[in-house]
Structure formats: structure tokens, C-alpha cells
């Protein structure tokens, strides 16, 4: 993705899966890179790509440096934060609460999390899965430049919202927020008694082996992360910084591009979810329309190609 786009999160990798009925597989590697070393010549790219094709890798590579400083490259198990793709395990991890008997994506929030705002009183699991709560986004807070820098609990971020009115009624439209991805991971934590982080680690990240994925946390000396860098006035600069305290159960995960794959991969074959829990996250809702897309729990749908 372009340099400009990377301040908000830092680095970010992507893993896209497709199908390309006119390439012969063997020819992947080859344009793929083709591809790509375009970009990185023309400075609108630099991570790491994974090609996957009916559960078989055909293609994978890092590009440019994941730290520029001491010119160590990227490579395939470069460890990026994810942001926002974080909402996929947010989004999994309430179905599989909701598998366990614990809750029902149906339900109030309010029937979990004491506290809210009586205009959030009629807001539902779904409502937050799919954007459709009304609720305004924590983003749009003056306070979010200092949150960043020095962290917040979910709380102080839920607070930032609390006192404005909501966008619309809830289940009326779509209007992308964090701050209720934000309040989904409190209820993960409410609901399993557990920390969101290890709810992550014991019910996805550990099954799965995806042994280079983790929610970030600011202390930790985490080996093979890449360094941020954005793009200012044509020159290549650190990064702002964001604890990822603050974008939480919204988008506070790293990972890499292997273990991605294997996300992928369980989620559409090896039985991480439910037959019916599989067709709720990947369900188009007719109030969660986006532009030409539909957003499921936690996932934007549309057909391409």
C-alpha cells in the first residue's frame, strides 16, 4: 500500500486470496513479482506478500526494509501490525462465545456492560458487528494525538463517545466504527473472564499455531517487527507513535503474512468456527451496505473479478 497510508497503524501487511483463472500457477511467482517490483521502484509499496491457492503456496516475498534504519529487508515472517483486520478475531471470538452458550449476538450489550449511555440501551452484538449502532467513532476525538502517545483502557476510550448523541437509530445504516469494536472487546473480556489478549492466544492463535501473531503491546521487545514510516513531504520518516492500547479489540493485533494464511485457511476449511457461525460472519446484511460492498462480523464482503 502507499507510504502515506502507513502512519496510522505503521506497517501493515495484507493477505489476499483470489482466484486467477487465466494465470497458470506456475506462472504466479513470476508476474506476481513482476508485479510488485513495480511498485516497490515507483515507492508505493513495501511489506510482505503472500499468494495462496487452493491451500498450496505458490508465492511468497518480502519487499524493502523493515527497518530502514539498519537496512534489514522483509521477508515472509516479518511481523506487521494488522490494524484494522483485527475486527476478523474480534468478530470470530464473539461467535465462538456465542458457540460456548455465553451469549447471543441478539442480545443488548447492556444485558453484559453496566454503565451505557441510556441511548445505547437498544444496541445489539450484531448492531456492533456490523457497523450498525449508531454509536459515533472514538476517532474523531481532539484527545486521540495524546491517547496515542501514552495509551488508555477501554473504558477512556469508550468515554470519548459516551457523551455525543448517536449517528442514527440503532440497525438503521451502516457508519464504520471502532469505538464499538472497542466495546466488543470488553464484552470478550466480560463474558469469558478472561483478558482479550489471552482469549486470542487460547481460543485462536494457539489451535491454529499461528505462532507470530499477538495483540501489541507497548513494552514488549517483540523479534522480527517492522519498524513504521510514513511518507512527509516526499521523505521517508519514523512514523508516528500509537500504543495499541487504543485501537484494542479494533485493531491492536500484529501478525505476518504465513500465519495470515493460515487464518485464511481455517476459517474457510479446517473447522475453527461452526458451519453456522461461518455463515453468520460471512452473512450479507442489508443494513451493514458500504459503497459496493456489505460488511459481515468483522469482514468487508464483495465479489471482485
Known amino acids: 500500500m502507499p507510504y502515506p497510508k502507513l502512519a496510522k497503524f505503521s506497517r501493515i501487511a495484507f493477505l489476499g486470496c483470489i482466484s486467477v483463472p487465466l494465470i497458470h500457477a506456475q506462472n504466479v511467482p513470476t508476474q506476481a513479482d513482476a508485479l510488485l517490483q513495480q511498485q516497490v521502484k515507483a515507492q508505493n509499496f513495501r511489506g510482505s506478500v503472500l499468494i495462496g491457492v487452493n491451500g498450496k503456496i505458490l508465492f511468497e516475498r518480502g519487499y524493502g526494509p523493515a527497518d530502514e534504519e539498519w537496512n534489514i529487508a522483509n521477508t515472509p515472517r516479518t511481523k506487521f501490525r494488522i490494524a484494522s483486520m483485527t475486527k476478523q478475531f474480534t ?99 466480560r463474558v469469558s473472564g478472561m483478558k482479550y489478549a489471552d482469549f486470542l492466544q487460547q481460543r485462536i492463535f494457539t489451535p491454529l499455531e499461528m505462532k507470530d501473531s499477538g495483540y501489541d503491546t507497548a513494552p514488549v521487545v517483540l523479534a522480527h517487527r517492522a519498524s513504521g514510516y510514513q511518507l512527509k513531504q516526499g521523505a521517508i520518516v519514523n512514523a508516528d507513535f500509537i500504543d495499541m492500547s487504543v485501537p484494542f479489540a479494533a485493531g491492536g493485533i500484529y501478525s505476518t503474512v504465513e500465519d495470515l494464511f493460515r487464518w485464511n485457511e481455517a476459517l474457510a476449511h479446517k473447522g475453527l468456527l461452526s458451519p453456522a457461525s461461518r455463515k453468520a460472519m460471512f452473512e450479507v446484511y442489508p443494513e451493514s451496505v458500504l459503497a459496493d460492498s456489505h460488511y459481515g462480523y468483522g469482514v468487508v464482503i464483495k465479489e471482485l473479478f
Open 91 to 189: 468478530g470470530a471470538s464473539i461467535l465462538l462465545l456465542q458457540e460456548d452458550g455465553k451469549l447471543n449476538v441478539g442480545d443488548r450489550v447492556s444485558k453484559y456492560l453496566s454503565g451505557l449511555p441510556d441511548a445505547w440501551q437498544a444496541i445489539t452484538i450484531h448492531h456492533l458487528l456490523t457497523h450498525t449502532s449508531g454509536i459515533p467513532n472514538y476517532t474523531d476525538s481532539a484527545k486521540i494525538p495524546e491517547l496515542n502517545q501514552h495509551g488508555a483502557t477501554p473504558e477512556q476510550m469508550i468515554a470519548l463517545a459516551a457523551d455525543k448523541p448517536l449517528l442514527s437509530a440503532p440497525g438503521a445504516k451502516f457508519a464504520y466504527c471502532n469505538t464499538g469494536y472497542i466495546l466488543l472487546g470488553m464484552l470478550i473480556e
